[in-house]
């Protein structure tokens, strides 16, 4: 019922930029937060920039200056500025969505894959 359609991974060079996509449709209620997640295979997934309820946005240490989380309605982007090798993960759009009877439930995206290269 809640679809989330996430874009824009891909190759860059060390230094280089993307911009990821995500679009979230469906029966959403009322979103509470949206954001990215990444993961390397063999670490657990870890926070990148979330917005929660408000507008604030929550970043991980290791990505503050450089990556920029946006929310549009009910898209959001994740703008990936001066990116470095150790930036190489699969990316995943995460959705909070709060029921009426305050009961939250997560909804992730399948994932984008993010090469940092040269």
């Known amino acids: 019922q809640v679809q989330v359609a996430e874009s824009g991974g891909g190759l860059v060079q060390p230094g280089g930029s993307l911009r990821l996509s995500c679009a979230v449709s469906?029966?959403?209620?009322?979103?509470?937060?949206m954001g990215w997640y990444r993961q390397v295979t063999g670490k657990q997934r870890e926070l990148v920039g979330l917005i929660e309820d408000g507008g604030r946005v929550r970043y991980a240490d290791s990505v503050k200056g450089r990556f920029t989380a946006a929310r549009v309605v009910n898209t959001v982007y994740l703008y990936m500025n001066s990116l470095k090798a150790e930036d190489t993960a699969v990316y995943y759009c995460?959705?909070?969505?709060?029921?009426?009877?305050?009961?939250?439930?997560?909804?992730w995206g399948q994932g984008t894959q993010v090469t940092v290269s040269s």
């Open positions: 469906g029966n959403i209620d009322t979103i509470y937060a």
């Open positions: 995460k959705i909070v969505v709060v029921t009426a009877d305050a009961h939250e439930y997560d909804y």
